[in-house]
């Protein structure tokens, strides 16, 4: 802390912060001189967002899309519809003798309506409760056995590319092997026990006891692979260091069960009118620990057990099942597994979402299910499309006796060519038809006809909105360039900010920031080339001499040369050049993207050059928001002018430090002769 003049009197600190005001006016010039460049900066940054999304349009207009709008029209949209895509050709098509429509394949469960899957009309199936308890429900669940078992899941991420994986079965032994469930990323694969002669097939994979699978194909880093199994049993340990009264097994629909506690072995015992099971002593049914629902795995101590080693091993009732499904890539076969307290409506959500390309559904009133592929046509002209393996679907649920109908594909004549496909909805050159209904020739004597024909309106707004934006885009350049330059009008220093209020510094601003890149060549150039790059003509074999140039097919620029050469459209003119040589209007704004001069190049193609050219000059310049200030003209700028403000900055530290030195060495001189008056003063006074 610095006190001044109390030798003097004199306001010191005041007089240094005015000295160091005139000091300091080269370092304000300097720090406005700062402002301006990161200003212009930021105005030919803006400048290269406006040509980068204008080059994003001239991209799309470099498609066929843009020009090549189909429209169709069909003489009876009851019978037959179609949709062109850009790519269709202008043509017609006659379809006519739609002997049958594509159906899919479709199996209904049992042999008649009156097969129905419960036994009794007047207790049937629940398809919302554990598909176990109610066995006996079911007309053919007397001769249905379920496995034992415990059906596990894990799923683990790849950690490299490669067609190996093992899961970690701990100290559990697997069973039934054929029925395991593998998908990865979705994806089912076939699963085999024995490797074929052949080796495996890309949708297989081959699986052993000690949970390693060996695919026919690679899988792909970070891939999510899948895998349901069924172990022998399971064992869970109950930590009882806080007691325990209840306990929940991590299945349901238990089958056995072993409880060992401290060494003392519990079993299952009688039930009751509830569905609770004793857990009695192995050997001693009269010593009873607890209760478990088997149907939830929810285990009731009698007693609280606590700081006891307690065990329990067990297995849970479940079923497999397969469906087989064939499709244009081949066939797919997909494992189900069951938990016997599965509801068949957790077992229809399975189906319904694994990718076996099958439908199921329970209708509770009929009493019957119903299995249907979710595609369309006859993939397996020697058999069947849908074909199911396992007890649950063929006995209990009695697909196995039933047969499978539909399964066909769409036949027709086209152009009187006889054909087929496998769906009613299908495409053909670019034109995608949908045939609603069966007729033939005696019903409809010429057909039905559908014609596809270039789409003027839709071309004609594609290249007006195209004008548009470019309008846009030359009107906020050509504003900016013109705009005034107030040279009266810099940045403002901090000492004059504070003389001014909020609204006053934000008109100074705008006229200090306006006309910074007034008149400057690079956008002016730009602007100078977009409008010979529109009306240079067009020489290119593509497009017919009448229409070689934008004139020509009525896009002239307006007759306000104040605006820049803006655009306007003729539009009964275009929309004529459009409907006569569609192709002739398409290449002369995208043609010849091969060509090696500008005369051969379509506008689009010209245009995008020279956006291009100019948003590196704009970058070279201004850098980009990523940029250092390294890379750029201006940023260079800007670290030469921050090495000078430094420099200032200490320079005037020394400044303002001698000045301190002086006024305090004055301070001293002022207090040293005051000391000498007032003691030639006590001597005078003493000496009368």
């Known amino acids: 802390m610095r006190v001044g003049g109390l030798a003097s009197g004199m306001d010191i600190d005041s007089l240094v912060a005015d000295l160091m005001k005139a000091e300091r006016i080269p370092l304000d010039k300097l720090k406005q001189k700062k402002q301006t460049l990161e200003w212009k900066r930021d105005d030919y940054r803006a400048m290269n967002t406006l040509l980068l999304d204008f080059r994003s349009e001239l991209t799309q207009f470099k498609l066929t899309s843009k020009y090549r709008a189909r429209q169709t029209a069909s003489t009876d949209e009851s019978r037959v519809t179609a949709t062109a895509s850009s790519g269709a050709s202008q043509a017609s098509y006659t379809i006519n003798n739609v002997t049958q429509l594509a159906t899919a394949a479709t199996k209904v469960s049992g042999t008649d309506p009156a097969d129905k899957l419960s036994s009794n009309p007047n207790n049937k199936l629940d398809a919302k409760a554990g598909l176990f308890n109610q066995t006996s429900k079911l ?73 390693n699978l060996k695919f026919g194909s690679t899988v792909k880093k970070d891939s999510s692979v899948t895998v349901e199994y069924v172990t022998v049993d399971k064992t869970q340990n109950i930590d009882t260091t806080n007691p325990v009264k209840e306990f929940q097994l991590a299945k349901g629909s238990i089958s056995t069960l072993t409880l060992d506690i401290d060494g003392k072995k519990y079993t299952l015992g009688t039930t009751d009118d509830k569905g609770n099971t004793e857990l009695v002593e192995v050997g001693n049914t009269a010593n009873s620990v607890g209760m478990i629902n088997k149907e939830t795995g929810k285990i009731t101590f009698t007693e609280e057990k606590s700081n006891l ?31 016997g307290n599965e509801s068949l409506n957790g077992a229809i959500s399975k189906v319904n979402g694994s990718d076996a390309g099958v439908t199921m559904y329970y209708d509770s009133f009929a009493d019957r299910a119903t299995l249907t592929r979710t595609e369309t046509g006859n993939f397996n002209t020697d058999g069947s499309e849908i074909i199911t393996s ?30 087929e496909r496998t769906s009613n909805t299908f495409e053909m050159n670019g034109v995608t038809f949908t045939i609603k209904q069966t007729f033939s020739s005696t019903d409809v004597p010429n057909g039905v006809s559908t014609s596809v024909s270039n789409n003027t309106e839709d071309v004609f707004n594609n290249i007006k909105g195209f004008v548009e934006k470019y309008n846009e885009l030359i009107d906020k350049i050509s504003k900016k360039t013109g705009e005034e330059f107030y040279r009266s009008y810099g940045p403002l ?18 006229k200090a920031k306006s006309g910074l890149l007034r008149r400057d060549s690079t956008l002016s150039g730009l602007l100078s080339t977009m409008r010979t790059d529109f009306y240079q003509p067009v020489d290119n074999a593509n497009v017919s001499p009448i229409f070689k140039q934008l004139s020509s097919i009525g896009i002239t620029t307006t007759a306000n040369y104040l605006e820049g050469g803006k655009l306007e459209i003729n539009e009964a003119q275009l929309k004529k050049a459009i409907e006569e040589d569609p192709q002739s209007v398409e290449n002369l704004f995208r043609g010849g993207s091969e060509a090696t001069s500008d005369s051969q190049k379509g506008i689009v193609h010209r245009l995008y050059d020279s956006v291009n050219e100019t948003i590196d000059k704009l970058k070279e310049k201004a850098g980009g928001a990523f940029s250092t200030q390294q890379q750029f003209m201006l940023g260079r700028e800007l670290k030469n002018v921050d090495s000078q403000i430094t420099r200032f900055e200490d320079r005037m530290k020394q400044v303002e430090d001698r000045y301190w030195r002086q006024f305090t060495a004055m301070e001293k001189a002022i207090q040293q002769s005051n000391q000498q008056s007032a003691y030639l003063m006590q001597q005078f006074s003493g000496g009368m």
């Not at 297995?315 to 890539?329: A, E, G």
């Open 139 to 211: 007309a053919n669940g007397s001769g249905f056995t379920w496995s034992q078992g415990v059906i596990e899941k894990q799923t683990i991420k790849a950690a490299a590319d490669g067609p190996s994986l093992s899961i970690d079965i701990g100290t559990s032994t697997l069973k039934d092997l054929d029925k395991m469930s593998v998908k990865v990323s979705g994806k089912s694969f076939e699963v085999l026990t024995a490797e074929p002669t052949g080796g495996l097939g890309s949708n297989q994979v081959l699986v052993d006891g000690d949970g």
């Open 493 to 510: 220093t901090d000492d004059q900010k504070e003389q001014l209020s909020d609204k006053q510094q934000e008109q100074w601003e705008e």
């Open 309 to 339: 080693p307690i065990s329990v091993t067990y297995t849970q009732n479940y079923t497999d099942f397969s469906l087989q499904t064939v499709n244009k890539d081949g066939g797919k076969k997909v494992n189900f597994l069951i938990a």
């Open 390 to 419: 396992g007890d649950f679907l063929d006995k209990l649920m009695k697909f196995g006796s039933s047969t499978e109908t539909g399964g066909t594909n769409v036949e027709f004549e086209v152009n009187g060519l006889k054909t």
